[in-house]
């Protein structure tokens, strides 16, 4: 199936709200009910009741009033959203957008998984919906318009189609009446007449549609074109004042930018946030990936990674996300000869990588005072390091725990320097340590120690 | 015939010819610290190529061999990472010789697959000025993947494996054999890039002397202030 309408019957109502309490929607008289959502449907707030009738029977009905503009945003980011599973995304009228799905259903292994996929992702933004699949886009938007229940196989959806009322085709009223003066409402029906009559008795249009409907006529709505610059705002619906908190409102934003992205087929560079702060003050930061990225997922791994690190001055009231560079999906990251200087990854983008993968334990530090190694060892270590002897060499590997020497071996040892005693601090109760330097047998240097109850370990090697 | 015809698509300009490539500069070439192995490697370490070390076992030198480059090349920004040594770099004696320490990074894996991502990621990435890692049973492809990463990132590449695997073919441009001797660490070279494979020179591995009463005695001294 290569079409997809989703329908949202109340976007107006929805976009951006929690929608989980009663509300609806008003005229502009602001007197009787345009919308309700089910909560306050299903206390008897229904479209067309007065607002009075409406107050009398859910005193805490939260209302609003129709916002052409607003409703044309919701729909111009929800365009966006669903550049996700389509590389070809047409906004129908406000409420209703086509996406053509067959070219990305092999990515997503079918399509039944990509409706699941954009399924999940708008049931997170808690917006009613309607979904319609069919081989042609006229087909699908009536299939959404009848909120007939989706089906994935050829022959059912053909079966839908047939029993579609014909009321939803955008007919004429005249033509419509004329029809059901004639006993005929659906499309099956109409299908069995004659062509040439229906051609010769109604308008023009109906036989175009009919034929739109079953694909043997072309019809196409423009395709949206997404906007030169990325830039999203969330107002948050209640203030931020940790910055893992701020992981949800941006998940949402980056589900658009890997549309808005998908439909341009170019990766984004580097993302930049603000967060706006009640006091007024603005906060930014800036999130990049080295080769570029346009999945939702792997920018918000990176954001994970950056807001554990992040400490918030003051409580959040709004973020917006901005994409600063972009790169074209087909623009080769590199030159095969030429040496790469200017888009070498910075280490901590490397860094960050890294840690995503193994995890922040993998990556350690060298360091005198650190030495990643258990806290007595360690503080005796660093106790070596205090002697600051011009020529008490330290060996450039240690045998992390040392190895006990045998007797045997004990006996053969040919001591080159030492002994050079380490201890650390006597309060401590720590070990004290005899150091020697020693011509091992192969023709290797190693650093071994003797402890008071003179047992000797091999603790390093010098090559 | 076939000349003629590899002449005609030189002509065209669909056969890519190594020695079009601009030579890499001579002094793109990091000297090794040791005349003599400079003179086998045409002027030092090769930044872009792969380079495989083969060890009998662990520490048989080749943190010696590499000791005067790590000098040189951590005293300029870049990371240098170290990936899975066997065992840990002690810091002190790494400034000691003169190392700075700033960009060291040591990473631990849990598994061959990530020990090579890792590997692969770093030499990619363009940021890291040397990148050793240690690795032993690993198929060859795993290694041209490592050698094409390096080709693209620039940087140093050593792999520091197991003499047992001299015999089998690997993609790295140079491999160098390390064999622990009476007087030193015996280095020769298996496989070098545009030459023969050839006896290196054999490099000290004693820590400078000290006379064992010279450390007793500034013991004492300190001790006693």
Same mark, same amino acid.
Request: proline residues 6%.
């Given at each position: 199936?290569?079409?997809?309408?989703?329908?949202?019957?109340?976007?107006?109502?929805?976009?951006?709200?929690?929608?989980?309490?009663?509300?609806?929607?008003?005229?502009?008289?602001?007197?009787?009910?345009?919308?309700?959502?089910?909560?306050?449907?299903? #206390?008897?707030?229904?479209?067309?009741?007065?607002?009075?009738?409406?107050?009398?029977?859910?005193?805490?009905?939260?209302?609003?009033?129709?916002?052409?503009?607003?409703?044309?945003?919701?729909?111009?980011?929800?365009?966006?959203?669903?550049?996700?599973?389509?590389?070809?995304?047409? %906004?129908?009228?406000?409420?209703?957008?086509?996406?053509?799905?067959?070219?990305?259903? +092999?990515?997503?292994? !079918?399509?039944?998984?990509?409706?699941?996929?954009?399924?999940?992702?708008?049931?997170?933004?808690?917006?009613?919906?309607?979904?319609?699949?069919?081989?042609?886009?006229?087909?699908?938007?009536?299939?959404?318009?009848?909120?007939?229940? #989706?089906?994935?196989?050829?022959?059912?959806?053909?079966?839908?189609?047939?029993?579609?009322?014909?009321?939803?085709?955008?007919?004429?009223?005249?033509?419509?009446?004329?029809?059901?003066?004639? !006993?005929?409402?659906?499309?099956?029906? #109409?299908?069995?007449?004659?062509?040439?009559?229906?051609?010769?008795?109604?308008?023009?249009?109906?036989?175009?549609?009919?034929?739109?409907?079953?694909?043997?006529?072309?019809?196409?709505?423009?395709? $949206?074109?997404?906007?030169?610059? $990325?830039?999203?705002?969330?107002?948050?619906?209640?203030?931020?004042?940790?910055?893992?908190?701020?992981? $949800?409102?941006?998940?949402?934003?980056?589900?658009?930018?890997?549309?808005?992205?998908?439909?341009?087929?170019?990766?984004?560079?580097?993302?930049?946030?603000?967060?706006?702060? /009640?006091?007024?003050?603005?906060?930014?930061?800036?999130?990049?990936?080295?080769? !570029? %990225?346009?999945?939702?997922?792997?920018?918000?791994?990176?954001?994970?990674?950056?807001?554990?690190?992040?400490?918030?001055?003051?409580?959040?009231?709004?973020?917006?996300?901005?994409?600063?560079?972009?790169?074209?999906?087909?623009?080769?990251?590199?030159?095969?000869?030429?040496?790469?200087?200017?888009?070498?990854?910075?280490?901590?983008?490397?860094?960050?990588?890294?840690?995503?993968?193994?995890?922040?334990?993998?990556?350690?530090?060298?360091?005198?005072?650190?030495?990643?190694?258990?806290?007595?060892?360690?503080? #005796?270590?660093?106790?070596?390091?205090?002697?600051?002897?011009?020529?008490?060499?330290?060996?450039?590997?240690?045998?992390?725990?040392?190895? +006990?020497?045998? /007797?045997?071996?004990?006996?053969?040892?040919?001591?080159?320097?030492?002994?050079?005693?380490?201890?650390?601090?006597?309060?401590?109760?720590?070990?004290?340590?005899?150091? $020697?330097?020693?011509?091992?047998?192969?023709? +290797? %240097?190693?650093?071994?120690?003797?402890?008071?109850?003179?047992?000797?370990?091999?603790?390093?090697?010098?090559? | 015939? =076939?000349?003629?015809?590899?002449?005609?698509?030189?002509?065209? &300009?669909?056969?890519?010819?190594?020695?079009?490539?601009?030579?890499?500069?001579?002094?793109?070439?990091?000297?090794?610290?040791? =005349?003599?192995?400079?003179?086998?490697?045409?002027?030092?370490?090769?930044?872009?190529?792969?380079?495989?070390?083969?060890?009998?076992?662990? @520490?048989?030198?080749?943190? *010696?061999?590499?000791?005067?480059?790590?000098?040189?090349? @951590?005293?300029?920004?870049?990371?240098?990472?170290?990936?899975?040594?066997?065992?840990?770099?002690?810091?002190?004696?790494?400034?000691?010789?003169?190392? *700075?320490?700033?960009?060291?990074?040591?990473?631990?894996?849990?598994?061959?697959?990530?020990?090579?991502?890792?590997?692969?990621?770093?030499?990619?990435?363009?940021?890291?000025?040397?990148?050793? &890692?240690?690795?032993?049973?690993?198929?060859? =492809?795993?290694?041209?993947?490592?050698?094409?990463?390096?080709?693209?990132?620039? &940087?140093?590449?050593?792999?520091? *494996?197991?003499?047992?695997? =001299?015999?089998?073919?690997?993609?790295?441009?140079?491999?160098?054999?390390?064999?622990?001797?009476?007087?030193?660490?015996?280095?020769?070279?298996?496989?070098?890039?545009?030459?023969?494979?050839?006896? &290196?020179?054999?490099?000290?591995?004693?820590?400078?002397?000290?006379?064992?009463?010279?450390?007793?005695?500034?013991?004492?001294?300190?001790?006693?202030?």
């Amino acid at each position: 199936m290569r079409w997809l309408v989703v329908y949202f019957p109340l976007l107006a109502l929805e976009w951006e709200q929690d929608n989980a309490t009663p509300r609806a929607l008003l005229d502009s008289a602001a007197r009787r009910i345009l919308l309700a959502n089910p909560q306050a449907e299903a #206390l008897g707030v229904v479209p067309g009741l007065a607002i009075a009738t409406a107050l009398a029977l859910v005193p805490d009905l939260e209302t609003a009033s129709y916002d052409d503009e607003r409703l044309n945003r919701a729909s111009q980011t929800l365009a966006l959203e669903l550049g996700r599973w389509s590389g070809r995304v047409s %906004c129908i009228d406000p409420l209703t957008i086509l996406a053509e799905v067959a070219s990305m259903q +092999r990515y997503f292994k !079918g399509i039944e998984a990509l409706t699941g996929d954009m399924k999940q992702a708008l049931e997170t933004q808690r917006l009613s919906y309607i979904l319609g699949l069919a081989n042609t886009p006229r087909a699908a938007l009536a299939l959404a318009r009848a909120r007939v229940q #989706l089906a994935y196989e050829a022959e059912t959806i053909e079966q839908q189609i047939s029993e579609l009322p014909l009321r939803l085709l955008g007919l004429p009223a005249k033509d419509l009446d004329a029809l059901r003066g004639l !006993g005929i409402e659906r499309v099956v029906q #109409l299908e069995r007449l004659p062509r040439q009559e229906i051609g010769s008795r109604f308008h023009p249009d109906l036989l175009k549609r009919l034929d739109q409907l079953r694909g043997k006529q072309e019809w196409l709505p423009p395709a $949206f074109k997404p906007p030169e610059i $990325f830039e999203q705002h969330a107002d948050l619906q209640a203030e931020i004042s940790y910055a893992q908190g701020l992981l $949800f409102p941006l998940q949402r934003i980056l589900g658009r930018l890997e549309g808005y992205l998908n439909l341009r087929q170019q990766h984004a560079l580097v993302l930049s946030i603000n967060l706006f702060h /009640r006091d007024k003050t603005q906060s930014h930061l800036r999130l990049g990936h080295a080769g !570029g %990225c346009y999945k939702a997922q792997e920018w918000l791994a990176l954001l994970r990674l950056k807001l554990e690190r992040y400490r918030l001055t003051q409580p959040v009231l709004e973020v917006s996300l901005r994409v600063d560079q972009f790169r074209d999906w087909d623009e080769p990251a590199r030159d095969l000869f030429e040496p790469n200087t200017t888009r070498a990854e910075t280490p901590e983008q490397l860094l960050s990588r890294i840690q995503i993968r193994l995890g922040s334990s993998a990556i350690n530090e060298l360091a005198i005072s650190h030495t990643h190694l258990p806290g007595g060892v360690a503080s #005796l270590l660093e106790r070596a390091a205090d002697h600051r002897l011009p020529y008490a060499q330290r060996p450039l590997w240690l045998v992390e725990p040392p190895q +006990r020497l045998s /007797r045997k071996r004990v006996e053969h040892l040919n001591f080159s320097s030492g002994p050079e005693r380490i201890q650390s601090d006597w309060w401590n109760d720590a070990p004290r340590r005899d150091y $020697f330097t020693v011509d091992w047998s192969d023709g +290797r %240097c190693a650093w071994v120690f003797r402890d008071p109850q003179q047992n000797w370990y091999l603790h390093g090697w010098f090559s | 015939m =076939a000349v003629k015809v590899l002449a005609e698509l030189i002509e065209q &300009g669909q056969v890519w010819r190594a020695q079009d490539v601009p030579a890499r500069a001579a002094q793109s070439l990091l000297p090794t610290g040791y =005349a003599e192995l400079d003179q086998c490697l045409a002027g030092g370490w090769m930044p872009g190529q792969l380079i495989e070390l083969l060890v009998e076992q662990n @520490s048989s030198g080749e943190l *010696r061999l590499l000791l005067p480059l790590l000098t040189q090349v @951590s005293q300029k920004p870049g990371l240098i990472m170290w990936i899975d040594p066997p065992m840990h770099p002690y810091p002190l004696a790494l400034a000691q010789a003169g190392v *700075r320490l700033r960009d060291h990074r040591v990473i631990r894996t849990q598994s061959v697959e990530e020990r090579l991502w890792v590997m692969e990621q770093a030499l990619k990435s363009g940021c890291a000025s040397i990148v050793m &890692g240690w690795l032993d049973k690993v198929p060859v =492809a795993a290694l041209r993947r490592l050698q094409l990463a390096v080709h693209q990132g620039e &940087g140093l590449a050593f792999v520091v *494996r197991s003499s047992a695997m =001299a015999n089998q073919p690997s993609p790295a441009s140079f491999r160098l054999q390390l064999k622990v001797q009476p007087d030193g660490v015996k280095v020769d070279l298996l496989k070098r890039r545009q030459a023969w494979a050839v006896e &290196g020179p054999v490099l000290p591995l004693k820590a400078p002397a000290m006379a064992l009463n010279r450390v007793i005695n500034s013991t004492a001294t300190k001790r006693a202030i």
